[in-house]
């Protein structure tokens, strides 16, 4: 076990080093640089040996490969370089930010699990039921609707018409609630699907036909025999949904005003403030890995067949 | 009942019925099918691939579902009549009075729980067992099925196991709690040849020695005729002969039993002996929704003549009992 979490470890830092290289590479390849957009605000009669002081130091001025060994090398150590426009290091931005991202995500997948896994469950068992095409319509108009209009749409119905939440910011549980449902409704409604397509299959299979004629009761049956194996398959998508809900939660943080990766994104993004956007890429990226590491690590102690091989 | 012991059988079936509901209304799969198994006895139940086996298996278990249904006929569990319990009492029965094998034993068992617990189980749910006491007694059962290291392979999970040993599996689950029936659905089709025979041999004595009845199911009529007293042939959803294992063998008297013999090579070879040169049947067996009119064998019938196209032949009894439906049997 030991073993193989370290050796998911070892296989993530080539995964981690190639999307910095991508990440590096296409911001040197852009046309704009942060002294141009220094400029676009209004600062246009910058003094040229102030623009040229700023790119020296900023390193601007070295030929991409040597900043990028620079970079790769910084990575090493952990240490992901100072922003250019508040001078900090891009570790300290990304870790007062980072505990509001993973806040909303968690809360957002928390959702998604809890209402989707039971959501399919039920459909499954009740095929055809006015409740099962109730549930898979929900789930496949929640699938198709774009975040950012859902946000707006909750932000409306619950903060502007009925005043029930705030409509934005961040602070307790009630400013979570609007955010966590724009991000978690999609993963939901894909959950529900997954769910229920996977108890539908293994309702079917030989060995709940087993269960049954052993003569334990229908409840029985789903609980101990159809539960396990359909969870099982349903646990591959829970990962990759999970694990790219970070990514996501940037249109809904900016969205909702939620002091996360996402605003530190957006707008080290516009000011082309190249190590901080490296940062919080890579912070994202890393996440994805690490959940899905988790779920690796789930399969082999729930998946016998997977635990010998 | 028997009219000679005056005990009540195991399993009786009369006049069964099994649908296919369907949008153009059912589909009729088993025609008035009954035959009755007394205590302790292995009997064979015989036929092709879409014969309607499998699915009167089920109707005994209880376990057939939608669109599958008993659309009229009696099942007689020793004793009572399964049409009237409910699925409670159903319950009860399955797998404590009735139990049953299936064909399939890689997939048959679940693949993430221990073999010893799917055995333990049995007891967890029939006999109030506490499941530490259960986990001892499915050693028991494993040891009782010959499962080599029984304490050690409790442990193992389905995947770890060959199909020999998953079908042993299976047999010590089916008869953990000592049921009346054991109901065997091809057992070993999916086998390899040198280990149907063990599985064979195992099953019968097992339920002899604990006195379960069999009702074995294959389309192997020369494995079914070394293990059973008496044997049904069933055709496209009815019963066209059935008699004793031993004289089925050596005077069948339909056409389509006959061609079973002769698909049996060994036993073919000594049964047909010099009478009369049997061929294996051409063709297959036609879809419910087309069974053909008359006696639904007479397309693959070579001595099928008008009245085989028109009337349904009746069971009549043959001259070393039992009975037989064909217009021209011998
Ligand atoms: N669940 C089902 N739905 C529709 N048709 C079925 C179903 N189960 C069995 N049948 C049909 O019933 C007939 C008998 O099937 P079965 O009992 O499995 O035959 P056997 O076991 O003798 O090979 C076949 O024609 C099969 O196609
Ligand atoms: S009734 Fe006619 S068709 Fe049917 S088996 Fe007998 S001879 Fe053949
Ligand atoms: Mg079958």
Known sequence: MLRLILKRVVNMVPTIAGVALVVFVLFSVIPGSFISSLMDDGRGGMDPAVVERMRRELGLDDPVAVRIVRYLGQLVVGDLGTSFRTREPVTRLIGQRLGASLELTFAAMGFAMLVGIPLGFYAALRPGSLIDTAAMIAAVSGLSLPKFWLGLMLMYLFAEYLHWLPSFGYGGWEHLILPAL??????????????????????????????????????????????????????????????ALMGQAVVVEKLFSWPGLGGLLVDSVVQRDIPAVQGGILVIVLFFLVINMLVDIAYVVIDPRIRAG | MNPATGDTAVLEISELDIALAGDKGPTQLVDRVGFSIPRGQAFGLVGESGCGKSITALAVMGLLR????????????????????????????????????????????????????????????????????????????????RVPA??????????????????????????????????ADEPTTAL????????????????????TAILMISHDLGLVARMCTEIAVMYAGRIVEQGTAGDLLRAPRHPYTQGLIGAVPRL???????????????????????????????????????????????????????????????
């Open chain 1, 182 to 243: 724009a991000l978690g409704v999609s993963p939901m409604a894909l959950l529900a699907r997954t769910t229920r397509a996977s108890v539908l299959e293994v309702i079917n299979a030989d060995f709940v036909r087993t269960a049954r004629s052993k003569g334990m009761s229908e409840t029985r049956v789903v609980t101990w025999h159809v539960a396990r194996n359909a969870l099982l398959l349903v646990l591959t998508t829970v990962g990759l949904q999970f694990g």
């Open chain 2, 268 to 330: 073919g070879a000594r049964a047909a002996g010099g009478r009369r040169k049997l061929a294996e049947i051409e063709g297959v067996v036609p879809a419910p929704a087309s069974f053909p009119g008359g006696c639904r064998f007479h397309p693959r019938c070579s001595r099928a003549t008008g009245v085989c196209h028109t009337d349904v032949p009746l069971a009549k009894p043959r001259p070393g009992g039992g009975v037989v439906c064909c217009h021209h049997d011998g």
């Open chain 2, 150 to 183: 029984p304490e050690r392979r409790a442990r193992d999970y389905p995947h770890q196991l060959s199909g020999g040993m998953r079908q042993r599996v299976m047999i010590a689950i089916a008869l953990a709690c000592r049921p009346k029936l054991l109901v």
């Open chain 2, 192 to 211: 390899d040849v040198t280990v149907q025979a063990e599985i064979v041999e195992l099953m019968a004595t097992v339920c002899a020695a604990q006195g």
């Open chain 2, 66 to 145: 939608a669109p599958l249904m008993r659309s009229s006929g009696q099942i007689m569990l020793d004793g009572r009549n399964i049409a009237g319990a409910s699925e409670a009492e159903m319950r009860k029965l399955r797998g404590r009075h009735v139990s049953m094998i299936f064909q399939e034993p890689m997939t048959a068992l679940n693949p993430l729980q221990p073999i010893g617990r799917q055995i333990a189980e049995m007891f967890v749910l029939h006999e109030g067992a506490t499941w530490k006491e259960a986990d001892a007694r499915a050693i028991e059962a494993l040891r009782h099925v």
